[in-house]
């Protein structure tokens, strides 16, 4: 049996890891006072954590001018410090901000906006400030309209940190398991399900709404993640979702797509589950809704919404208000603007085929997933994984070539890639010779 990693192990500093020994006294001296203020709770990327000043575009720097290209991080989604971005806020916050329960244009604006992208009927949004509290309510919606407690997440999922949602987010746990009314199915991968993703994943999920069905609890919510990232990045085939997702609708279950990740044009797509050609009933965002700055949402229907008030009702101090929709909103017109989809679709595509080309060459490459600019590349094989690969060409790639990149998978050895959607094919091929040499020499 393989161990699985938790999520946070995933690419973490350990303080007495090799290549720990070339941290600078100044660097040792940020750590203690972290260490000292946030105490256990600390957690930091690399095996020598990277000290950062400022970011433009597709690029980060250290305290030592020098640049990383940052292949990693999905917030800053249309480039870090995005001039128009950081403008809409600066201008908000200097003109007004306030609570939600004032009338303002910009939120109103920006949630016409917002909903104008979703397909009916999902016409209605609640605005909150974290994907976590918006998959929170996005659970208590669903087992309020169900008046069932039953969830069936991934077997590797990861849905945020309030109580209820760590309770669905099987990587987070380090010890004990999930409570009962939780149900988890392996991902929708070829090793798990052989070459019928949807009838098997279908299969698995049928046998937790009937377990869930027998034990009392009953079917409230299939939640997935629809680029399945913490569970190692799985797109393909296009569509394999829909059989599970009626299956969950027969037995009077809703469908909750958590778009925190795949989100707002990542996939060249709007939203990733319209690869899967289906309407969600509920749609959860986060992350590059602000492009940095906290703004996230729950998309649904009204008649749900109007159940749930008449239980209890949602306010929420700091959700959409109008600094954040001033971000939210200056996020949709950069992408319109910029045509980041279209980018995400050629760019993406461009970068999974130099990643196809460089695993003919390289057998420790077991297979490259993605879809627009979210790609997993997955190291080892199925039977071996191989995390120490992952973590050493992460590292490598930061220390030597100054790339930016991140792990995933229940194993660790899958690398996350995922780009600003302002890449170029010549910041692709940066990467990829890198990744290149550095197979190419940890292979001899
Ligand atoms: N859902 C998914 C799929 C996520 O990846 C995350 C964060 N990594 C969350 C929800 C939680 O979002 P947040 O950290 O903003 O609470």
């Not at 069936?152 to 990587?171: D, L, M, Q, R």
């Not at 629809?226 to 296009?238: A, E, L, N, Y």
């Not at 729950?298 to 959700?319: S, W």
């Not at 590349?377 to 790339?403: F, M, S």
């Amino acid at each position: 049996m393989l161990d699985t990693q938790e999520i946070l192990a995933l690419n973490a500093f350990q303080p007495q890891s090799s290549g720990s020994e070339d941290i600078s006294p100044d660097l040792a001296n940020l750590l203690k006072r972290r260490q000292q203020a946030y105490g256990a709770a600390s957690v930091l990327f690399y095996q020598r954590p990277l000290h950062l000043v400022r970011g433009a575009g597709v690029f980060v720097y250290d305290t030592e001018g020098r640049q990383y290209l940052d292949f990693y991080n999905n917030v800053m989604s249309v480039g870090h410090c995005h001039p128009r971005v950081a403008q809409a806020i600066a201008r908000q916050s200097a003109q007004l901000t306030i609570n939600s329960r004032y009338l303002y244009d910009i939120a109103l604006d920006y949630a016409e906006r917002l909903l104008a992208y979703f397909p009916p009927p999902l016409t209605q949004v609640i605005f909150t400030c974290t994907g976590s509290e918006s998959n929170d309510l996005a659970l208590r919606i669903a087992r309020t309209v169900t008046e069932r407690m039953g969830v069936i997440v991934s077997h590797h999922a990861y849905h945020g940190n309030t109580t209820a949602v760590t309770e669905v987010s099987p990587a987070s746990y380090r010890s004990g398991s999930q409570p009962p009314y939780v149900r988890t199915v392996p991902a929708p991968s070829s090793i798990n399900y052989g070459s019928d993703i949807a009838t098997g994943f279908a299969n698995a999920v049928a046998e937790q709404v009937y377990s869930l069905q027998k034990s009392g609890f009953g079917l409230a919510a299939l939640l997935v993640d629809t680029i399945f990232s913490s569970d190692g990045v799985f797109t393909d085939p296009v569509g394999f979702l829909a059989p599970a997702v009626t299956v969950i609708r027969e037995a009077g279950g809703l469908w909750i797509a958590d778009e925190v990740q795949p989100g707002f044009g990542r996939t060249g797509r709007m939203w990733g589950f319209e690869r899967h050609h289906l309407v969600p009933d509920m749609v959860t965002l986060g992350k590059p809704m602000g492009n940095g700055y906290p703004i996230a949402a729950v998309v649904t229907r009204p008649d749900y919404l109007e159940k749930f008030c008449q239980i209890t009702g949602y306010f929420n101090t700091f959700a959409g208000n109008p600094v954040a929709a001033a971000a939210g909103l200056a996020v949709l017109e950069t992408l319109e603007a910029e045509n980041l989809l279209e980018k995400a679709t050629q760019i993406g595509a461009y970068l999974r085929s130099q990643l196809i080309a460089l695993q003919k060459l390289y057998p420790q490459i077991a297979d490259v997933r993605g879809d627009g600019l979210y790609v997993g590349v997955e190291l080892g094989d199925p039977q071996r994984p191989a995390p120490e690969l992952a973590t050493c060409l992460i590292n490598h790639l930061y220390l030597e070539k100054q790339i930016l990149v991140g792990a995933a998978g229940p194993f660790a050895n899958v690398l996350k890639i995922r780009p600003p959607l302002c890449l170029s094919k010549d910041h692709v091929d940066s990467f990829t010779d890198a990744l290149a040499a550095l197979l190419s020499r940890f292979s001899q």
